[in-house]
């Protein structure tokens, strides 16, 4: 017999509560944006009008599971004042090309619609159908809606957005959320950008210490035995999110915590646990997004952190300048422009940077780099222990 029953699990008593797709019944800290998404939204029931609104923020700040919790209870409330309400959420990571979106929406309504044969405009015109036919309003949400365009352009946004054009005076059935980190104008070209002026944008600023202290408390008694983690320990927990205000590494820490003093077999998270968990994870840069990287991305990526340590944005020039003496500290010769070029943009498209155009202040465009959401510092030395450990330096 395998010892597995002897392992114990005497700290974390629902994981469940700790996974990235739990939606707790209320958000603290979020009353605010909660409030505005519903003013943008409450003729929807009222006024019969389609809406769109436009979420935007930093990593972890609760974007997604606002946007669910909201779709949630509006759905409710939709329903109790006699409007049959609706939602689907697609996220564009994973689906990321326009049948593939609308697949999701229409196997929401028909289970086991066949995966190919139909075009765009077919799938659209059968999504209408089952709307029609329920009469119901629709809220789609499109998560992380920048991959969608990346990959595969505006046409289906379009598409979305024009669906309610032909109602003619009738009720409109279709509303959107739409999610990105990034404002969409930064990646939106002029004309699909006129198309979105009334797009209402609701933004969700970082975390601060003590918000994360009471996001992270909630979690911990919906998802812990009582009294397995100290107010103290706890606080070391916010502390270190809060240099991204990101309350998904915060709830990160927090479970590998509570794994690794497990592990141990104790019955309290002490402080260490915190400082092993964290030195396992980080949001975006983890090992294994560092691992698939070449060499000479990471000197890239090694170029980009060290110069723009006391910046915000740095061009691609100065990047580029950093790239040559990263490699001739690591003993590489630099690829050519071109392919250096490539590098960055393989870089944003893992989110591991960020690029965009420059806007006032500038002569001419140029492209600008920023680091989403981790310090230099940390990036600097995860990307040199990396190359490190590749035999390199
Ligand atoms: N105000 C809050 N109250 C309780 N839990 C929260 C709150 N904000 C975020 N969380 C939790 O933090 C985690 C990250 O939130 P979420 O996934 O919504 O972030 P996001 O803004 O969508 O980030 P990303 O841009 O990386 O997708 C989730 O587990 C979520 O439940
Ligand atoms: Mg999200």
Redesign the pocket.
């Known amino acids: 017999m395998p010892p597995f029953d002897e392992y114990q699990q005497k700290i974390i008593k629902d994981p469940a509560k700790l996974s990235?797709d739990?939606v707790?019944q209320t958000?603290?800290?979020?009353d605010k944006e909660m409030q505005r998404l519903f003013s943008i939204f409450r003729q929807v029931v009222e006024g019969g009008l389609g809406q769109r609104a436009f979420l935007t923020?930093n990593?972890?700040?609760?974007?997604?599971?606002?946007s669910k919790r909201f779709c949630l209870d509006f759905q409710e409330w939709g329903n109790e004042k006699g409007k049959g309400m609706d939602f689907v959420v697609v996220n564009c990571r994973a689906r990321n090309t326009p049948a593939s979106v609308l697949l999701k929406i229409i196997d929401h309504f028909d289970k086991g619609f066949p995966d190919r044969g139909f075009s765009t405009t077919e799938m659209l015109e059968i999504m209408r159908k089952h709307i029609n036919r329920k009469k119901i309003h629709l809220i789609v949400v499109l998560d992380?809606i920048n991959v969608l365009i990346k990959k595969s352009g505006t046409d289906l946004l379009y598409a979305l957005t024009r669906f309610d054009e032909e109602s003619l005076g009738g009720e409109h059935r279709l509303s959107l959320i739409l999610i990105s980190?990034r404002p969409v104008y930064e990646f939106l070209d002029p004309a699909t950008l006129s198309t979105f002026k009334r797009t209402n944008t609701v933004q969700?600023d970082n975390y601060n210490k003590e918000q994360l202290w009471d996001?992270l408390r909630?979690?911990t008694e919906l998802a812990l035995y009582p009294g397995t983690i100290e107010d103290e320990t706890l606080e070391l927990i916010a502390d270190i999110a809060s240099e991204w205000g990101d309350?998904?590494f915060g709830?990160e820490l927090l479970e590998n915590a509570g794994m690794i003093a497990s592990e141990e077999n104790l019955e309290m998270i002490a402080p260490d646990h915190v400082r092993s968990a964290k030195a396992m994870t980080h949001s975006v840069v983890t090992e294994s997004n560092l691992q698939s990287l070449s060499d000479h991305m990471l000197l890239a990526l090694l170029g980009v952190s060290m110069a723009i340590k006391s910046k915000a944005y740095i061009t691609t020039s100065e990047a580029e300048k950093a790239y040559a003496l990263a490699s001739e500290e690591f003993g590489e010769s630099p690829r050519a422009h071109t392919r250096y070029w490539e590098y960055l943009k393989e870089l944003d498209g893992y989110g591991l940077l960020s690029l965009k155009l420059s806007g006032k202040g500038h002569v001419g465009k140029t492209t600008l780099i920023s680091l989403p959401d981790i310090p230099s510092t940390a990036l600097s030395e995860k990307v040199r222990e990396m190359l490190g450990s590749r035999g390199l330096g």
């Open positions: 990235f739990y707790p958000l603290v800290h979020r923020g990593v972890g700040t609760g974007k997604s599971v606002l992380e980190q969700f996001i909630d979690r309350a998904r709830i």
